[in-house]
């Protein structure tokens, strides 16, 4: 840092920052010519006691809404099995369930897909045997 601050301070040494007459007396008169405000303007503080007393009211409110909530009580787990506590007729459902052939498409798909690789591949002979 004292390398830095050498170096700053010659560089502030070699600024010439002098102001003419002519300019300070311009300055001189411009700030004369500005008019002096007074500070008449008071601090709102109508507008901070309201927004205290809406900080405190809405505080007042959660507190109150928290004590009225009742907790919330779980419910105890039940020792036995719900399946245990129905009656055996209720649980044996008849199923009637026939199979579904989806694979017609699948293979009609894949044979069109083995086609065109054939194609491809047939094209790519064709084009190797002419270029070479």
């Known amino acids: 840092m004292d390398r830095l601050d050498e170096q700053l301070r010659n560089d502030a040494a070699a ?3 002098d ?3 002519e300019d300070k007396q311009r300055l ?8 002096q405000v007074p500070a008449t303007r008071r601090p709102a503080t109508g507008l901070r006691w309201a927004a205290l007393a809406a900080g405190l009211g809405s505080f007042a409110l959660v507190i109150l809404l928290q ?3 009742p907790p919330v009580v779980e419910a105890p787990v039940a020792a036995t099995p719900v399946y245990e506590s129905v009656p055996p007729a209720l649980l044996t459902v008849p199923l009637r ?3 579904a052939d989806l694979t017609e498409p699948l293979q009609q798909e894949l044979n069109a897909l083995r086609a065109d690789v054939a194609k491809a591949r047939e094209s790519i002979e064709r084009d190797l045997r002419v270029t070479f």
């Open 15 to 17: 600024i010439s920052a």
């Open 19 to 21: 102001v003419s007459v």
């Open 28 to 35: 001189e008169a411009m700030l004369a010519a500005t008019p």
């Open 67 to 69: 004590d009225a909530t």
């Open 97 to 99: 369930v026939e199979p």
